[in-house]
């Protein structure tokens, strides 16, 4: 059975990630704080953001840019999008 935590963007229980995603605090916390959706969720807008963006990981500034939308957005913030991207319809 997978373990559940109190996630902060969907203020709900859900199941929790297997093991942190980040080393260190920043990991932890996650680890604590955020589902298993919610991560999932914020790779493909991670992902899109890079393209779009086209950050490169190598550069500190845009590692620094990501850090700070993975936080809005985990925390139910208003986060950057990419422009013009159409969500599919379920």
């Known amino acids: 059975m997978p373990r559940a935590v109190f996630c902060r963007k969907y203020q709900k229980e859900?199941?929790?990630?297997?093991?942190?995603?980040?080393?260190g605090s920043k990991g932890q916390e996650i680890f604590e704080q955020v589902s298993r959706q919610a991560w999932l969720e914020w790779q493909k807008q991670q992902t899109m953001l890079i393209n779009e963006k086209q950050l490169s990981?190598?550069?500190?500034?845009?590692?620094?840019?990501?850090?700070?939308?993975?936080?809005?957005?985990?925390?139910?913030?208003?986060?950057?999008?990419?422009?013009?991207?159409?969500?599919?319809?379920?």
């Open 57 to 90: 990981m190598m550069n500190a500034d845009h590692r620094r840019y990501l850090q700070d939308e993975m936080g809005k957005f985990l925390s139910n913030e208003a986060h950057d999008t990419a422009t013009g991207y159409v969500p599919p319809e379920h």
């Open 14 to 23: 859900l199941p929790g990630l297997d093991t942190p995603p980040y080393p």
